[in-house]
Structure formats: structure tokens, C-alpha cells
């Protein structure tokens, strides 16, 4: 995994749109990976700022979330459907075929799980994948115990995650308990994730993906098996890495790397 800690927020999710740029540029039907949360919401602006600006076309771009809520409309104002949709599907110009989110209200979770799963092969992959952190070390919502190896599938959240994301319903009882999200394993199989986090409170988590063992508790930390996943950091959540000099050193020296 590499490392990069940037100042501030703005500074990290421009540098991560770059990184999107970078590969529509090279393969302009490029599958992307899609994550939610406040986290990505930088660099959604950003994206969207460039498509403005006439720099980046997404017609021939396809796309896959990693989770949904089971049980919200997708009306609902924190459904992921919504979140994406508002943040960023209705500003660039993905077509609407091509934008794939799991369901949270099929009938059969389990054939709507297997069709994701299958529907990303179809689509040749995911090139590059986005994902945030959640304070418990998950990726997408693979709580702790996931299997390393998990495909897309239904998954109980954890009461630390409900807490976490109970500030943005009206009340705590409101936050759904289910979610499908595609699994570790499904991650893994994208040929790039950029792995973002900002803030102090994710602090813990992150030095635990990047510098603690492997392990299921920790579901970020089997991007450390990933032969091409990059951490995008601001100071706050770099804030508890044991190495960060090293990081620093290696960014420097490292031949036309960009000087964060
Ligand atoms: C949820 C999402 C994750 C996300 C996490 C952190 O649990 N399923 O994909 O990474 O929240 O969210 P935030 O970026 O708001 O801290």
C-alpha cells in the first residue's frame, strides 16, 4: 500500500480526482468503483468541477457502489441512491444504464447479490475503486469478521457503524440494521483502489489497515494484499501511522512522484 498524507482535505480529494482523471484519460470506458460517506464527497465536487470545465467526459463511463441500505427507498433522503444521485450522478454525464447500485429493497437479496457480482465481470472489472474507511476498520460495509474472501452479499452492520452514521437520520431507531455490500474479496478484485480518509477519528483505523496485521477484524487492512492500492490521507488521519517519516522519505525520493 502506498501511502500519501496531504494538509488538508481539499489538497487529498483533488489529488484523488486527478487520480480518476488519470484513468478515464488512458481508458475513457473506464468501470469505476463507487463509494458513499462524507469522505469521497471531495473529490465527487472536484470530478464534477472538471466535467464543467470540459477536462473529463464520463459518456462511456460505467460505474458500481459498494453498498446500499436494505429497506430505504431510494427516494429516501439517506438512501446511497439518493446520496450518489445528489452529489454526483446528476451533475456529469454517466448514462443511466451504466450506473449500477445494489438494491436495498429487491425481493430476493440473494439472486440480486449474485447478478451484482456477475454484472461486474460482464462490465470487464472494476479499473479503479474508491473507497473510504469506517471508524471500526470496515471497507464498504464488511464489518469486522468478514471474510477476507466475501462476495456482495447481506450483511448485519455492526452497532459501532449504526452509531457512527445515526447523526444523519432524524432519529437513532431510524438507521437500518441490514445492508448489501459487495464483499472483500469483490474489492480486492479491482485492478486499483484509492483508499481516503480525513479526520482524527479515523485516525485509529487507518494506522491499523496500513500498519497492522492482516485481519478480519480489520476489514481495511486486507487492501495490504493488493497489489496496487494507494492511501490517500489528510494530516488528522495519518495522525496515529508509526512510519509516517518513512512515507514522507519514500513520496520524496521516488522518481517523478508528485511532492505532497
Ligand atoms: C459507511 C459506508 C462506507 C464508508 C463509511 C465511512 O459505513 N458504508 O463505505 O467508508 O461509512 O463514512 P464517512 O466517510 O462518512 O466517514
Known amino acids: 500500500m502506498e501511502v500519501f498524507v496531504y494538509k488538508q482535505y481539499e489538497e487529498m480529494s483533488k489529488t484523488a480526482a486527478e487520480e480518476v482523471a488519470d484513468v478515464l484519460n488512458a481508458k475513457p470506458n473506464a468501470v469505476l468503483g463507487m463509494a458513499t460517506g462524507s469522505t469521497p464527497l471531495g473529490v465527487y465536487l472536484e470530478l464534477v468541477r472538471m466535467h464543467q470545465r470540459g477536462e473529463i467526459d464520463f459518456s462511456h463511463v460505467t460505474t458500481f457502489n459498494l453498498d446500499e441500505y436494505v429497506g430505504l427507498p431510494i427516494t429516501h433522503a439517506q438512501s446511497y441512491h439518493r446520496f450518489m444521485h445528489e452529489n454526483f450522478f ?4 454517466i448514462p443511466p444504464q451504466n450506473i449500477h447500485i445494489p438494491s436495498g429493497t ?61 447523526r444523519f437520520f432524524d432519529r437513532p431507531e431510524d438507521v437500518p440494521i441490514y445492508a448489501i455490500t459487495m464483499g472483500v474479496g469483490t474489492i480486492m478484485e479491482a485492478r486499483q483502489i484509492l483508499m481516503l480518509a480525513n479526520g482524527v477519528k479515523k485516525a ?51 522518481p517523478g512522484a508528485p511532492r505532497v
Open 90 to 93: 446528476r451533475h456529469v454525464n
Open 106 to 166: 429487491t425481493t430476493n437479496y440473494r439472486a440480486f447479490c449474485d447478478w451484482y457480482e456477475r454484472r461486474i465481470v460482464d462490465c470487464g472489472g472494476i479499473d479503479l475503486q474508491i473507497v473510504g474507511i469506517g471508524s471500526d476498520g470496515h471497507i464498504a460495509f464488511n464489518e469486522p469478521g468478514s471474510s477476507l474472501r466475501s462476495r456482495t452479499r447481506l450483511k448485519t452492520l455492526a452497532k459501532q457503524t449504526i452509531d457512527d452514521n445515526a
Open 204 to 254: 485509529d483505523a487507518v494506522a491499523a489497515a496500513v500498519e497492522g496485521p492482516v485481519t478480519a477484524m480489520i476489514t481495511a487492512s486486507a487492501l495490504q494484499m493488493h497489489p496496487n492500492t494507494k492511501a490517500f490521507l489528510d494530516e488528522a488521519a495519518a495522525s496515529k501511522l508509526k512510519m509516517r517519516e518513512y512515507y514522507d522519505w519514500i513520496q520524496f525520493h521516488k
